[in-house]
């Protein structure tokens, strides 16, 4: 039955071109041909290429009305190029003859055109120029289409607060007139404007009523532009179901619009993002591939960005070189679109059409601009390229001096462990043989043995004292140095400085370490009688000064290892500072100096 209603209907159409190809050109005529936009564009071309053959080469009021025709035709079809061409011609013939109506209705439909086509500062040209040719005029019909394609320019520009008023008012003067399409158009662009200004509740209301308006009507293009704002609406809300279910009854409905118009492209390119979101790449993939290989198709959504969308599809199947080409496909594209800054243009306009001024200042943008910003580009470019080198090249060499700060720590440690195991052996190893034997002798002497043990205990815990790491428990470097200095039986006398110095738990240890081998060393193979401990600050450097009054000491006279010079040279190096040794006025003076 389908089938054979179907071919009725084909005769039909046809027999209804062949009579319209036999008449002369009528106002009933161009009327008949404009019911076939929508229904059959291809048919609606087909007549008006005949009826313009049958007119003068001048420009007549039946010729504006079928170039516009034509063009709105070839829209539907998708073929924007050959629309805005159309409707240019009509305009330039409306205002030879002259026909103000016709000039502003033309203009509306190039106005879209041109917006679709992604040329906004051309669209607000058109809007600008019928809104003047309109002032004073009774025309709600043409008011309501201008003021609803401003709103929806606004909005693609994401000025969403500024869009519902235009949009409001175009809803408003749509009431006015007897055009379902137009009232359709307007109340689903103030759906759109208030869902994306934050009205939720409010849009998804307009939206239900005006597609049941259009479902009642039976005007497949809009029930279709209208399922696109309601999907994307429902999506942003989280309403999963909603989105499945307005897409089925898309794609059940999608056959009855040509392939190529912005109805059928707009859906289509709304429910392949909702199915990228949902994870079901393949079907939004399909999608996407049905949209490219359309030969007259022209995506509503820029070119760069439906090749990134399609790059995130082959992403979730996991197809990464596939991934990689879209990628590189949508920065290709993206680079040669030369892009206008109209933000400044649509503000200008929108003060201009609030106080009622004739006319909207469009900057047009220049070659030379586009150079510069291209240059400003590749020099933004190259410096990222360098900072995340610099980045890596820090990274790699912080962590090779963590290492080697980690390799100096463990060899201090084992150093520390050879000089303590070697006096343990020589020092109190000894001393208990000496006391082992005068007990073992019957001329023990009482006080020498009570001075000896006395003598191995203070040996025993300084060694355990050296052993043990410093523990801070909230006490700064300098209060630990100056408890060391309380302990020393006042061989070390402590200078604290004047500012406080800060600094982390490892260079603290670091420092003190060092304090410590140095002032043993003084103790066992020195002849100093005191030392005198100072700890400043001068700017970024942290500087350590340990000075006592022994023999005359040079570093490069003292044997291998002598007085645990290997094992301070780690800490220091440790530290990333410079030691230095000096003997001056009978003082022998250590210094420390690093920067923090």
């Avoid at 307007?186 to 869902?195: D, E, K, N, T, V």
């Avoid at 933004?380 to 890596?392: A, E, Q, R």
């Avoid at 000089?419 to 006080?447: K, P, Q, T, W």
């Avoid at 490069?556 to 030691?579: D, H, M």
Wanted: glycine share 4%; with cysteine; proline share 3%.
């Amino acid at each position: 039955m389908d089938r054979v209603r179907i071919f009725l209907s084909s005769i039909a159409l046809f027999a209804t071109v062949f009579a319209c190809l036999s008449q002369p050109i009528s106002e009933e005529m161009i009327e008949k041909i404009d019911s076939y936009v929508n229904s059959a564009p291809d048919s609606a071309i087909i007549l008006c290429d005949d009826a313009l053959k049958q007119l003068p080469s001048k420009p007549t009021t039946a010729k504006v009305s079928l170039l516009t025709i034509r063009g709105n035709a070839y829209f539907t079809l998708g073929d924007y190029p050959a629309a805005i061409s159309d409707f240019n011609y009509a305009v330039k013939s409306a205002e030879e003859i002259p026909d103000t109506m016709a000039c502003v209705n033309a203009l509306s439909d190039l106005g879209v055109a041109y917006r679709v086509s992604q040329q906004p500062d051309s669209a607000l040209i058109c809007y600008n120029r019928a809104l003047a040719m309109l002032e004073g005029r009774d025309a709600p019909d043409l008011e309501a289409n201008i003021l609803t394609s401003i709103a929806v320019l606004f909005a693609n520009q994401g000025r969403f607060e500024e869009a519902v008023p235009f949009a409001e008012k175009g809803l408003e003067k749509a009431r006015l007139t007897d055009d379902i399409e137009t009232q359709i158009y307007a109340a689903s662009s103030l759906g759109s404007a208030l869902f994306l200004a934050g009205d939720h509740v409010r849009s998804l209301e307009t939206q239900r009523r005006i597609v049941s308006v259009a479902e009642q009507k039976g005007i497949p293009r809009y029930i279709l532009k209208t399922y696109a704002s309601i999907i994307a609406m429902h999506k942003r809300l989280g309403n999963t179901d909603s989105v499945s279910s307005y897409i089925d009854r898309g794609r059940a409905l999608i056959n009855k619009v040509p392939e190529a118009s912005i109805e059928s492209i707009g859906f289509m390119e709304q429910s392949f993002v909702v199915l990228t979101s949902m994870g079901r790449y393949r079907e939004s993939l399909d999608i996407q591939m049905k949209i490219l290989d359309m030969q007259d198709s022209r995506p509503f959504m820029p070119l760069d960005r439906l090749w990134q969308r399609i790059a995130m599809n082959y992403k979730g199947l996991g197809d990464i070189e596939r991934m990689n080409d879209a990628y590189l496909k949508s920065i290709a594209i993206s680079d040669s679109i030369h892009q206008s800054d109209i933000n400044e243009q649509i503000s200008d306009f929108n003060v201009r059409y609030q106080t009622a001024e004739k006319e909207l200042a469009i900057a047009n943008l220049q070659a030379e601009k586009s150079r510069q910003r291209t240059i400003i580009v590749i020099i933004v470019s190259i410096l990222l390229i360098g900072t995340v080198f610099l980045f890596f090249y820090l990274r790699s060499r912080r962590r090779k001096i963590e290492l080697e700060n980690i390799r100096a720590r463990l060899d201090g440690i084992e150093q520390e462990r050879g000089r303590l195991a070697h006096e343990l052996h020589d020092g109190v190893c000894n001393d208990l043989l000496g006391i082992e034997l005068m007990l073992a002798s019957d001329r023990s002497d009482n006080n020498e043995l009570t001075e000896m043990v006395r003598t191995t205990r203070n040996e025993v815990r300084s060694i355990s004292h050296e052993l043990l790491p410093p523990h801070f428990n909230g006490l700064s470097l300098s209060q630990l140095i100056a408890a060391y200095a309380m302990k020393s039986d006042g061989f070390v006398n402590y200078i604290p400085s004047d500012s406080p110095v800060s600094l982390d738990s490892e260079k603290s240890i670091n420092l003190y370490r060092i304090i410590q081998e140095w002032i043993s060393n003084l103790h066992r193979h020195s002849s100093a009688t005191s030392a005198t401990i100072s700890l400043t600050r001068r700017d970024n450097a942290i500087i350590l000064e340990i000075t006592d009054d022994g023999q005359a000491f040079s570093p490069s006279s003292a044997p291998t290892g002598g007085l645990g010079l290997e094992n301070i040279n780690r800490r220091v190096k440790a530290l990333c500072g410079t030691l230095s040794i000096d003997s001056k006025n009978a003082h022998n003076t250590l210094s420390v100096r690093f920067f923090i």
